[in-house]
């Protein structure tokens, strides 16, 4: 019988890759936290028109990337293709603007889009994402673009950039428009076929087109950070100052820009030089006009997300070998022996330790090869002897010296065999 594949685009992540996903996992859940982000989770499926509205029906996301279908009861549903949509629908919907102040949430989970699958491109793919919602405040921007870099940086990630523009506000927009297209008529015969679409539709997305001779076009057009009246001006400044202040290090780009109305101010990318074609893993900014846009008070937002199979990638060109956090893992041959490593692996378990029982039976020199294999800092050994007398041999595995203890040191000194336990792995 033939068997089933997964589909195109999508992967079963497990081990050793799976190591790399909880430490990502980890060091998010630790910045965010004391950052005092809330998590939100989401549905994964949501109305289509909640995308069509959130993310724009001219975007290639909703015009091409979709998974969207028709439930049994003829609803139109789309597997998310991002995070904002849905988790502003249910800031709204929660009427978690009631509160009053700053809400600051972070979600992480699959999104799906229909995509040609390459390195660091897939169908369902994953994010982790922050919207902070209610503030106007330049230092909210900063504060999630510096919350972005600490992530990466904590995760040992180099050879970062992070690129920095204001699209100021819509009044800002309609004047730098008129320029754009001004500039760009002339040209437009040379520009790619999506770019002479949206000429009069949608210019500003032009600048980010990935056509080279497109791209060439742009270098010389009129610059948007020459029409941000004064009140956009400051922002940019402050946002600016700030980074600076915090030794966080930026490009202008005047060519990062997203076309939709609702984004307002900064925008923002991270990318990365060690990825090939598929560079950025971070992208955000700010969407002051997005919770009206979807029916609720006119609120000002700010946000990014990171796209995970990227920083997955570059963790393992760091390095090869996935972090570890086995401690233990122990041995035993013969019927006393067996039954009692079952009680001290459950033992130490519970005080603390991580432990791996070797439930094979083999002989001991068997069981000693995978011991190395393991990754774990020492091997615990009981034979008849030890379960005798209530002792355990430890080894070593990096230095291979060995000890033999009573179990009720290993279990009655807990902090000093972490302590050292922790200084080898580090
Ligand atoms: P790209 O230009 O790479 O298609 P995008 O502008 O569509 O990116 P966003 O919608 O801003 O990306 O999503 C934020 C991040 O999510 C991206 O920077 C990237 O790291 C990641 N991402 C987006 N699409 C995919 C995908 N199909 N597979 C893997 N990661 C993705
Ligand atoms: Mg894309």
Known sequence: MATIQALRGTKDIFAPEIAYWQQVEAVVRDCLGRAMYQEIRTPIFEQTNLFERGIGEATDVVSKEM???????????????????????AYIERKLFAQGGTQRLWYTGPMFRYERPQA???????????????????????EVIAIATEILQKLGLKNLTLQLN???????????????????????????????????????????????KTQEIAQNAPSILDYLGDASKRH?????????????DYTLNPCLVRGLDYYTHTAFEIQ??????????CGGGRYDGLVAELGGPETPAVGWAIGLERLVI???????????????????????????????????????????????????????????RSGAIACLVLGEEEAENQQVQLKWLQTKAQETLAQADLLGNIDQWRTKIQQIRS
């Open 67 to 89: 998974y969207s279908f028709t439930d049994r009861g003829d609803r139109p549903i789309t597997l998310r293709p991002e995070g904002t949509a849905g988790a502003v629908r």
């Open 120 to 142: 660091g491109r897939q169908r369902q793919f994953h994010q982790v994402g922050v919207e902070v919602l209610g503030s106007a405040d330049p230092r909210a921007d900063v």
């Open 166 to 212: 204001s699209v100021g506000n819509g009044g800002d927009r309609q004047n730098y428009r008129e320029a754009l297209v001004n500039y760009l008529r002339p040209f437009k015969a040379d520009l790619d076929a999506d770019s002479q679409d949206r000429l009069e539709r949608n210019p500003m997305r032009i600048l980010d087109s990935k056509d080279q």
């Open 236 to 248: 940019f400044d402050q946002v600016q100052a700030s980074l600076t202040a915090l030794g966080i």
């Open 272 to 281: 990365s030089s060690d990825l090939g074609a598929q560079a950025t893993v």
């Open 314 to 372: 570059l963790l393992q060109q760091l390095s090869a070998v996935p972090p570890q956090n086995l401690d233990f893992y122990l041995v035993s041959k013969g019927e006393k022996a067996e039954q009692n490593a079952v009680i001290l692996a459950h033992k130490l378990r519970f005080a603390g330790f991580s432990v791996e029982l070797d439930l094979s039976g083999s002989a001991f020199g068997k069981q000693f090869k995978r011991a190395d």
